[in-house]
C-alpha cells in the first residue's frame, strides 16, 4: 500500500496496488484567487500574502495520453513546467492519479 495525495500533498488516501509512472508538467499558474497571510499583522493586504499553484502535466500508461492536474502547497517551490512529476494511478482506471511526494 502506498500513502497517496490526490489533492496536491494534503489529505491523504491509500490506493492498493498502484502503479508509478512519470508525468511531464505542462503549466503551472498561480492561484491568485486563493491569498494565505503568513502574518498575523500585516501593514498591507499584501504584506506576508503567498499563493498556492495549479500544476498541470500529462502522463501516459499503455499508450494511451492522459492529463491532470493539482495544486501545490505554498510552502513549496512548484516544478517547472517541462519537469518531470512521479504519479501514482489505479492499473484498473488509468485516469484515476496521485501525486507522489519527492
Not at 495525495?5 to 509512472?21: C, I, Q, S
Not at 494565505?36 to 499584501?46: G, L, M, Q, S, V
Not at 495520453?65 to 504519479?87: A, D, F, N, Q, V
Request: glycine share 10%; with cysteine.
Amino acid at each position: 500500500m502506498k500513502c497517496l495525495y490526490p489533492f496536491g500533498f494534503g489529505g491523504a488516501r491509500v490506493l492498493k496496488d498502484g502503479k508509478e509512472t512519470t508525468a511531464t508538467v505542462t503549466d503551472v499558474k498561480v492561484c491568485w484567487w486563493l491569498k494565505i497571510n503568513t502574518k498575523p499583522i500585516r501593514a498591507n493586504a499584501w504584506d506576508g500574502a503567498v499563493f498556492p499553484h495549479m500544476v498541470h502535466f500529462r502522463y501516459t500508461v499503455n499508450g494511451v495520453s492522459y492529463t491532470g492536474k493539482r495544486y501545490w502547497p505554498w510552502r513549496l517551490t512548484p516544478p517547472g513546467r517541462g519537469e518531470e512529476l512521479t504519479i501514482s494511478f489505479d492499473p484498473a482506471r488509468p485516469g484515476h492519479y496521485a501525486l507522489v511526494p519527492r
